[in-house]
């Protein structure tokens, strides 16, 4: 992994190790992009984007810092304390409302009114005019109520219902098909599954005889509800069989449940189809067991006292249904983890409540704590071991829990009901020592919802006043602390309720159950909750002020923020915290608000605070001082209590001394130190120890631009990026989050962002303070601008996801991989931000490329990408997609040549200005498939001479430099070149191949026509030789030594030695050179043959002789196992032929000529060595050893004879040695001589006599061939009387010997001298043989052979010049033998004295 500073961006996380990143584990990892590439080329396999090498995000430095305190102070947004923590339910039961600090007052203005009011009345709608009419035709019955769901209110008058719009009292629709009188009216779900798509809710009315389903659609959207429609026949019904419905609800998965007058539960249950055992729809109590029914029901109503339902409501989040009978009794049912079960668990009448209240809060008067009004549930968001709560006709607030007491601390959001026990008594205002003495009295409707509490107090009037409750002002407050807002109505209140708005983002949906976070956190998002209050004579909607809201009338009350009540509004809410809420303001961008927004960031600079510096002996959390402007000191509620040490930041922060109202100068403003943060303190320390340690605490300007950044991110901070969507066998990846849900978070960023820009500078005036308040100025200033980093980041990557979504996610992620759709479903947003870059440019790539498969124009979108997302998107990116656009487009577009030729040298032009930023290999495979050769060679010469610019790849290949930086610079010339050598592989591939050429069939069967791998098929192999011959030409033009050694590095590699010693390039030499310089292992030695062959080679063609000669010596001198002896002898050859050349061609000198002999020397010696080796390969007793010795190196003849042909007996190579080094020893020849016959006798030991005779003859003809010339090694005299004696002893021919002298090249003069003294030596022999006329019968035959003439005789043997003396001696001689015979009377000498008479004769005759 790869850290990228200053203004980098590389496809890799922004952090070097976990542990300095702390989401390194969450991304990328993923998904690395496959196949992101470096530009745009093929719409295949070429990404629109370079490898981005410097400068594409904002400093990641920067942005980690600012990720991590973004984080922290996210944390801190989910630590507020819950509402069970505020009563502290897991102390003991207990009371509150008794303290002043319960209900705090807040300062009062001239008129009267508290500073900070939090609730108004928005609008007064009366009753449409219709229905008063109708009020007047009543006969029995009438009811009112609201329809919160789809923003209706709701009135039924004996058998009729009518329905309107409450916030404008239109929409009019009423149903007049029921002939009894309406008791119950709710509107509810539908069942999935059941209905068709356009009925939304159901309508259930209950009247005395049946019960009734109504669907009700709209014929507006589905939100908005615009004009509603009751279909005119029920679509089911059912009979109340005697029972008096009194009230009903509907849960989320449609289920109906109905309370009764008797007292029972009972559920409306209908499904689609009917089944075996079960009808249709039918109606089911819940109340009462099977048996019950075998009792009739007249005894039941004796034994029993009625005591209605007349309030049910349910925990959606836990799936609980609660009941409130007339009487006040509790019950709860379980409906199960899945909401489908009915179960009883437990029940608690009004008496037991009582005495438990009263246990509680003994000082209180038990009447308070009945009759029961009203109960809510309290949902897991809000508490997860507080369940329920129940007001009172006083305004006492009963807090129940359904678990034990023991496992309160243990609850979950699962967790199931096993009791209902109450366990807080809240008191209404006005029980303190020092309160008002006004409180609630004669509550009769009242509404509780999420920490606010509605109660309608009846008064002596026909007027209600309604109390309101509420802890929004003081989320971080230890205990529970209530603001208290009293308003008057017109009328007296039939029904209350809230309105039901649908949360834009719901993070919910894809993380744990966890505690919905306070208003003040979620107000820049949410609109102000409105509240529906129906009087008989109108319908009033309030809304419930958020702090922004509070904050903008304090501003338009004052014309400022110079106000006591603007100071007071930042006191109680803490500095972060309003200046968070300030910042919703300031960034509007209104122009109505413009004023409004100046107003606020007055307010902001003025009140946000300095940052604050002390020693750590002296540190302390830090609050806001007690107001003089409020009230019993409410500052104090927010504080944090210290079981949830809910600070401010992750680290203590401060701020620069206000210089009054202006630019946001960050001198003053700054970062945190990473300094050890402990949970249960409010301070930093920073320094070594002692006196030096110090404290920051960071400004609430500061905390607050953190704190508005996060909670606009909140919401989608932690959701996946994508879900599966559509069929299971065939999912859609589609966003979580939508185009407009998007748009609407961007719009909050880039609002902020204009705010920190207007503000914020990376240049200013340097702090004026010394010392440790300026290093904490310091700090918070480097922080600032690491959140405006982090800030325009995080625009720009939301931007692009809604890009991707309005080019519909869903069919891009279909060309995406598995990997990459993998990634992006477990991707959070919070990564994607802060380590997605590879995401991002990945996501770009598949968008860009989707354009390009659709042929499409890509400058919209480049130029779209380019405009929201700068640092990810660059103006080099959009000239890759232009590269990549009309490379596509030269591919596929139909053109003449000319056009096509124009457009090709303008995407070459193109890329050589982002030559750093193109994907080489991508677009070299474009431009070679457009047939652009030249391009290609001048593309990867330019991007190599970019990439580096100093020639530090040069210097570093000839050894002069070896530092990283030049190393790195090698490998980047490298690779370039080695596109441009890819391309010329392909042409020459393509012009070897002829596809059309006949050949023999690999297998059987129909012929399937294939061209070979590399074949372009719009080529033809001629016109690939040409174009590949030209390129190569043109690639050889370059001034580089590194695309020459490149060029010859491709061709080595191919074998194409031939091709490679045709090229004219001045670099050749020093290349072959280098490639025999080092020592190299004992695999690498074949290689390194080859290359000194290249170098003979080069030297050879290049009329260079002697240095081919001498390369060639090197080589036979080699000691080295992958040359053989032949080899050696070979290049020895070679070398003498070069050497001879050379003398040739330069006339020649001393040192040649010494060369020369030299190599002579050694081709003799080598010879002599090869002679040995096959000796030493003929034996039975060979090792490989002394083989691989023979031929690893040149040995020199005493090595030789001692070591081999002395050792082994190999007497022929004892000769040769001998005969080699000319060193004559007349006893050791004869004896080697000997030794030879001998041996070769040996081995004919059992063969006959012709074969013997053959054998041997054979052999000495060979060793005469080779000795015969050479008399000291060729002792003749020897070898004719030895070979005679084995003739006689094999009764041989008389002419065998002789035959073998003549044909060993033994001229007839000698042989006929050595004869004619071996017979005047009369040696003993030949007569102990039996044979003493056995040489006078070989000479009888030679001076036959010298006279016969029809075999050449004299003529063939002798020269002219000897043949006139040889005559004479013959004439001598042969009188000798017949005087010699005369003399005998052994048998031949007849015979032979005839013979030789006749020899006489003809020997005078010549």
Not at 603 to 619: E, I, R, T
Not at 632 to 658: D, G, R
Not at 827 to 845: H, K, P, V
Not at 1254 to 1263: D, H, R, Y
Request: aromatic content about 8%.
């Amino acid at each position: 992994m790869q850290s990228v500073t200053g203004a980098s961006h590389k496809f890799s996380s922004i952090y070097t190790d976990a542990s300095v990143n702390p989401y390194k584990n969450d991304v990328n990892s993923n998904l690395s992009s496959t196949a992101i590439m470096t530009s745009p080329v093929s719409k295949t396999m070429i990404s629109p984007l370079a490898a981005i090498q410097s400068t594409l995000i904002p400093s990641l430095e920067g942005i980690d810092l600012a990720g991590r305190i973004l984080e922290w102070q996210l944390k801190n947004d989910n630590q507020f304390p819950t509402l069970s923590d505020q009563i502290k339910i897991g102390e003991a039961h207990g009371v509150s409302g008794l303290s002043d600090v319960d209900y705090p007052m807040l300062e009062v203005g001239p008129n009267g009114l508290p500073l900070l009011r939090q609730m108004g009345l928005v609008n007064r709608i009366p009753l449409p005019p219709e229905l008063v009419e109708h009020f007047g035709h009543m006969q029995s019955y009438c009811m009112m109520g609201l329809f919160p769901l789809i923003q209706r209110a709701w009135l039924s008058i004996d058998s009729d219902i009518y329905v309107w719009t409450y916030e404008d009292g239109g929409d009019l629709s009423y149903f007049d098909g029921l002939s009894e009188p309406i008791i119950a009216v709710e509107l509810v779900r539908p069942k999935p599954g059941i209905f068709q798509p356009h009925i939304q809710y159901l309508l259930c009315l209950a009247t005395t005889v049946e019960i009734v389903l109504l669907g009700v659609s709209f014929s507006g959207s589905s939100t908005n509800y615009e004009e509603m429609h009751l279909l005119p026949e029920p679509l089911f019904a059912v009979p109340t069989d005697g029972s008096y419905i009194v009230t009903i609800t509907g849960t989320a998965n449609g289920r109906i449940f109905m309370g009764a007058k008797d007292g029972c539960i009972y559920e409306f249950f209908y499904q689609a189809e009917e089944g075996f055992f079960s009808r249709k729809c039918r109606k089911i109590n819940h109340s009462k067991s099977t048996l019950s029914y075998l009792v009739p029901s007249f005894i039941n109503a004796a034994f029993s006292e009625e005591d209605p339902i007349v309030q049910m409501v349910q925990d959606e989040t836990r799936h609980i249904l609660y009941t409130r009978s007339e009487k006040g009794t509790l019950q709860v049912y379980d409906l199960g983890t899945n909401g489908q079960a009915m179960t009883r668990v437990a029940a608690i009448n009004i008496n037991t409540i009582v005495q438990s209240a009263a246990n509680i809060a003994r000082t209180v008067d038990r009447s308070s704590f009945r009759p029961l009004i009203c109960i809510a549930p309290i949902e897991s968001s809000e508490s997860t071991n507080l369940h329920l709560v129940a007001i009172t006709a006083s305004g006492v607030r009963l807090y129940f829990s359904t678990l034990n007491w023991r496992t309160y601390n243990e609850a979950t959001p699962s967790s199931r009901p096993v009791t209902l026990q109450l366990v807080q008594v809240r008191l209404p205002p006005g029980y303190a020592a020092s309160a008002s003495p006004q409180r609630p009295q004669q509550v009769h409707s009242a509404l509780y919802s999420h920490g606010t509490t509605f109660l309608a107090t009846s008064t002596a009037s026909d007027n209600d006043v309604v109390w309101t409750l509420s802890n929004s002002l003081f989320p971080a407050a230890q205990q529970l602390s209530e603001t208290q807002n009293t308003l008057g109505l017109d009328g007296k209140t039939w029904a209350l309720a809230e309105v039901t708005i649908k949360r834009q983002i719901d993070p919910s949906i894809f993380a744990p159950p966890a505690p919905e976070p306070p208003l003040i956190v979620t107000q820049h998002a949410a609109g102000p909750r409105k509240f529906i209050f129906l009087t008989t004579q109108c319908c009033h909607i309030v809304t419930q002020l958020r702090p922004v809201d509070i904050l903008r009338q304090l501003l338009f009350d004052a014309s400022g923020p110079d106000s006591t009540a603007v100071r007071a509004f930042f006191q109680v809410l803490r500095e972060d915290q309003a200046c968070a809420t300030a910042l919703i303001l300031a960034c509007s961008t209104s122009v109505q608000d413009s004023q409004l927004a100046d107003w606020a960031a007055r307010a902001f600079f003025l009140l946000g605070g300095d940052v604050k510096v002390s020693p750590s002996h002296l540190a302390h959390p830090v609050s806001s001082p007690t107001s003089p402007f409020v009230v019993n000191s409410p500052a104090h509620l927010n504080s944090t209590p210290s079981n949830f040490h809910h600070q401010p930041s992750h680290f203590t922060f401060s701020s620069p001394e206000s210089g009054g109202v202006g630019a946001f100068n960050p001198n003053a403003i700054s970062t945190p130190q990473m300094q050890p943060y402990s949970p249960h303190s409010n301070t930093v320390v920073t320094g070594s120890g002692g006196s030096d340690m110090t404290d920051y605490q960071f400004s609430g300007r500061h905390n607050g631009l953190y704190l508005y950044l996060g909670r606009i991110l909140r919401p989608l901070w932690l959701m996946p990026l994508a879900r599966d969507v559509g069929k299971p066998h065939q999912p859609l990846l589609d966003s979580v989050v939508n185009s407009e849900e998007l748009l609407t978070v961007l719009g909050q960023l880039n609002a902020l962002k204009g705010f920190v820009h207007a503000n914020i500078h990376q240049n200013g005036h340097q702090p004026s303070e010394k010392g440790r308040l300026q290093e904490a100025q310091m700090q918070e200033r480097k922080s600032l601008l690491a959140m405006k980093q982090l800030l325009d980041h995080t625009v720009e990557v939301l931007a692009l996801w809604k890009v991707l979504c309005d080019h519909q996610l869903h069919l891009l992620g279909q060309s995406l991989t598995s990997e990459m759709r993998m990634s992006l479903k477990t991707t959070l947003f919070r990564d994607l931000i802060l380590s997605g870059s590879d995401t991002c440019i990945g996501l770009i790539n598949a968008l860009i490329h989707r354009y390009l498969d659709d042929a499409a124009s890509t400058d919209a979108i480049s130029e779209k990408l380019r405009l929201v997302c700068p640092s990810l998107y660059r103006n080099e990116d959009a000239l890759c997609t232009k590269v990549n656009e009309q490379l596509l487009k030269a591919r596929t577009a139909t053109m003449s040549r000319m056009d096509k030729e124009r457009l090709l040298e303008q995407t070459l032009d193109t890329c050589k200005q982002i030559p750093a930023r193109i994907n080489l290999a991508h677009v070299c495979q474009q431009l070679s498939a457009c047939h652009y050769f030249g391009g290609v060679v001048e593309l990867c010469c330019v991007v190599a001479e970019k990439l580096d610019p100093q020639h530090r790849a040069q210097q570093c290949y000839s050894g002069q430099q070896e530092d990283p930086a030049a190393v790195e610079a090698l490998l980047a010339r490298k690779n370039c070149y080695q596109q441009m050598c890819q391309v010329l592989q392909k042409l020459y591939t393509a012009a070897a191949c002829h596809p059309q050429s006949p050949s023999v069939p690999k297998s059987p069967g129909p012929i399937t026509q294939t061209a070979p791998q590399g074949y372009d098929e719009g080529l033809s192999p001629l016109e690939a030789q040409r174009l590949a011959d030209e390129t190569l030409s043109l690639a050889l033009q370059s001034d580089d030594e590194l695309c020459h050694v490149a060029i010859f590095d491709w061709l080595t590699d191919n074998k194409w030695d031939d091709k490679l010693l045709e090229i004219q390039s001045p670099h050749l030499e020093n290349y072959l050179k280098r490639q025999t310089v080092g020592q190299v292992n004992q695999q690498q030695q074949t290689d390194l043959v080859a290359k000194y062959d290249l170098l003979w080679k080069f030297y050879e063609k290049s009329g260079q002789f002697i240095a081919a000669a001498r390369v060639l010596s090197r080589l036979a001198d080699a000691h080295s196992t992958a040359i053989s002896l032949p080899m050696r002898i070979e290049y020895l050859s070679r070398a003498i032929v070069c050497a001879r050349a050379a003398e040739t061609s330069s006339f020649g000198n001393a040192v040649q000529g010494q060369f020369l002999y030299e190599l002579e020397e050694k081709m003799d010696v080598a010879k002599v060595q090869s002679q040995v080796l096959e000796a030493v390969s003929r034996l039975s007793s060979r090792d490989g050893d002394t083989i691989s010795r023979l031929h690893s190196d040149l040995l020199d003849v005493t090595q030789l004879y001692e070591q081999f042909a002395e050792p082994l007996g190999l007497w022929e190579c004892k000769l040769a040695i001998l005969h080699c080094a000319n060193h004559y020893d007349a006893a050791l020849v004869t004896s080697i001589w000997q030794n030879i016959i001998n041996a070769e006798v040996k081995k004919l030991n059992n063969a006959d006599t012709e074969t013997k005779l053959a054998t041997l003859g054979s052999k000495m003809k060979t060793l005469g061939r080779t000795y015969a010339q050479s008399e000291q090694f060729f002792p003749l005299e020897f070898l004719v009387k030895t070979l005679e004696t084995y003739s006689v002893r094999w009764n041989g021919p008389p002419g065998w010997v002789v035959s073998i002298m003549l044909t060993a090249g033994v001229s007839f003069q000698r042989v006929f001298a050595v004869y004619n003294r071996l017979y005047g030596a009369k040696d003993v022999v030949w007569q102990a043989e039996g044979k003493p006329n056995h040489l006078l019968k070989v000479l009888a035959d030679m001076l036959n052979r010298l006279v016969d003439s029809s075999n050449g005789g004299l003529a063939a043997l002798v020269p002219t010049a000897d043949r006139r003396a040889l005559i004479g001696q013959c004439v001598e001689a042969v009188g000798v033998y017949l005087t010699d015979l005369f003399c005998t009377t052994h048998a031949t000498s007849p015979a032979l004295i005839a013979e030789f008479r006749t020899l006489q004769g003809k020997l005078e005759l010549l």
